[in-house]
Every structure is written in structure tokens, then in C-alpha cells.
């Protein structure tokens, strides 16, 4: 498995990130962006995933949900793209940890959200 490094603390990203942020940021979202922000909620559940990778990916799902980033998301069709890009460096840097049952976890709310 290849190791990523980060925070050891996650505390400070805690602001940045809550279930409730998530899942409300997640009904405004369209599937290309919905999908591996699935993926990482439900790798970030995971009790097998260690502190340093739920860190990294508590900053790439904190960063979806703040307001304010490079591309601002009221920007139409551009405005999810550089979160989207983050989200899917973080899927492939947390490949190792997405077990078919997260996969499956991920499609069924993925489902279940957008009918």
C-alpha cells in the first residue's frame, strides 16, 4: 500500500468539514463530482483508514464544501472543476483504501441521492 503524508492532527480541518456541510454541499453537486466525493466519505468512515490519509481527505472534502476557492462554485460549469480535481487526485492517492464494499457503499447513496 503506498503511504500518504499528512497531518498527523486533524483537528484544524475539523472546521472545514462536518457530515452536515457534506451532505448538503453533495445535493448541489453533479455525478462527476458527487462520485469520488462519495468514495471519500465512505473511505474517511472506513476504521481501517489511517488518521493521515482521513486527513487528507477531510482537506479535499473540506475544501468542496468552503464557498471560497480558486474557482468560485457559483461560476457556471467551471465553478466545480477545480474541486473535482481535487477529489480525484485524492481518489487515486487513497486508491489502496477503496475496498469494493466502499465502491458499492459509494453507487448506493450515489443512487439513492440522485434517484
Known amino acids: 500500500m503506498s503511504k500518504i503524508k499528512?497531518?498527523?492532527?486533524?483537528t484544524p480541518y475539523k472546521k472545514h468539514y462536518?457530515?452536515?456541510?457534506?451532505r448538503k454541499k453533495v445535493k448541489s453537486l453533479?455525478?462527476?463530482?458527487?462520485?469520488?466525493?462519495?468514495?471519500?466519505?465512505?473511505?474517511?468512515k472506513s476504521p481501517d483508514v489511517p488518521l493521515s490519509v482521513k486527513g487528507t481527505?477531510?482537506?479535499?472534502?473540506?475544501?468542496?464544501?468552503l464557498p471560497l476557492d480558486i474557482l468560485p462554485d457559483f461560476?457556471?460549469?467551471a465553478?466545480?472543476?477545480?474541486d473535482a480535481a481535487a477529489l480525484i487526485a485524492v481518489v487515486k492517492?487513497?486508491?489502496?483504501?477503496?475496498?469494493?464494499?466502499?465502491k458499492a457503499q459509494?453507487?448506493?447513496?450515489l443512487n439513492e441521492l440522485l434517484g
Open 79 to 82: 465553478g466545480y472543476t477545480d
Open 57 to 65: 481527505i477531510a482537506g479535499a472534502l473540506g475544501y468542496l464544501i
Open 30 to 44: 453533479g455525478k462527476n463530482v458527487l462520485k469520488p466525493a462519495m468514495l471519500l466519505f465512505y473511505v474517511m
Open 18 to 22: 462536518s457530515e452536515s456541510k457534506f
Open 93 to 102: 492517492m487513497c486508491a489502496d483504501y477503496i475496498t469494493p464494499q466502499i
Open 106 to 109: 459509494a453507487e448506493e447513496k
Open 6 to 10: 499528512g497531518p498527523k492532527d486533524v
Open 75 to 77: 461560476i457556471p460549469v
